[in-house]
């Protein structure tokens, strides 16, 4: 494995696929790792998989589970009021926290949909950095949410000055936020613990239904107009050191073509352009 794994991460390969055959997808493009999210992970358990036996199926493949997601609604006002929905916000956090620590992924990736004050967020991101304990919370600015973009990521990460308090950043929310090399000054390059790449369309969707796209209509990096090459330069300039580097192409085009198909495309677009804007990556 690479010292930086190239992961496949949960979204690219839809959430229908069977535990094991994303597995030998994955394994057979190319790729390090695979990413899980809380509900691939509960799909798995529904479908007969035990924790022991999916650490089997890893371990018979040669893979390992390198990304692990997503916390939201961490910032629920009435998170101490028994309401259905807040149980299971509760629980798919208690999840996601156990399958870090079955998998021995580190981090953990998290996002805000709902808007609030930024004296909110702050607190609210600090108490789940205590709850997450030795795990690393990576926040993740999207352009459709709550925390819309890298400033506004980064004063909470920073206003809770939590050790384990990080960021993630993505090729397609660093183009549609509009992102540049410009907007990385001031914040630490140690406090990003993973990035995530993809590319995107030419014109946005309208702003309404922008997290449609961001759904259903990635492009494979370096196939589009967001970049991806410039992108990865201006993380390395700027010095981050990614624990992981994840392929999230969240594309219906893609998953049409088949499993195997779209985990090949994605692994050497990927390798493309890692290749000429970051080859260290690769070693």
């Not at 798995?44 to 890893?58: C, F, H, N, P, T």
């Not at 004296?119 to 819309?148: D, H, N, T």
């Not at 692994?267 to 290749?275: A, F, G």
Request: proline letters at 4%.
């Amino acid at each position: 494995m690479r010292k930086v794994p190239l992961t496949i991460s949960s979204f690219t390969l839809g959430t229908e696929i069977d535990f094991e055959e994303r597995i030998k997808a994955a394994k057979a493009a190319g790729f390090d790792g695979i990413g899980i999210r809380a509900e691939t992970y509960m799909l798995a358990v529904k479908q007969g998989y035990s924790d022991e036996r999916m650490l089997e199926i890893l371990e018979e493949n040669d893979m390992k589970v390198t990304e692990v997601e997503y916390i939201t609604m961490w910032t629920d006002q009435n998170k101490t009021a028994e309401t259905p929905s807040t149980l299971l916000q509760q629980f798919k956090e208690q999840t996601v926290y156990h399958m870090a620590r079955l998998f021995g992924v580190g981090h953990i990736n998290c996002g805000l949909m709902e808007s609030d004050s930024l004296e909110v967020q702050i607190q609210a991101f600090k108490e789940l950095c205590e709850r997450a304990k030795e795990l690393v919370i990576g926040l993740e600015f999207m352009p459709y949410s709550g925390v819309p973009d890298l400033k506004t990521a980064w004063e909470i990460v920073d206003g809770a000055g939590c050790d384990n308090g990080m960021l993630i950043l993505d090729t397609w929310h660093w183009a549609r936020a509009e992102m540049t090399a410009e907007d990385l000054k001031g914040v630490p390059a140690d406090k990003v613990v993973s990035i995530q790449i993809c590319d995107v369309l030419e014109r946005p969707y309208p702003k309404p239904i922008l997290r449609e796209e961001s759904l259903h209509d990635r492009l494979c990096p370096g196939t589009g107009w967001g970049d991806t090459v410039g992108f990865l330069k201006a993380l390395k300039e700027h010095g981050i050191k990614p624990r992981v580097v994840g392929t999230e192409v969240i594309s219906d085009n893609n998953l049409e073509l088949g499993y195997q198909k779209a985990a090949q495309m994605n692994y050497d677009t990927s390798i493309d352009v890692i290749k000429q804007a970051w080859p260290e990556l690769l070693d």
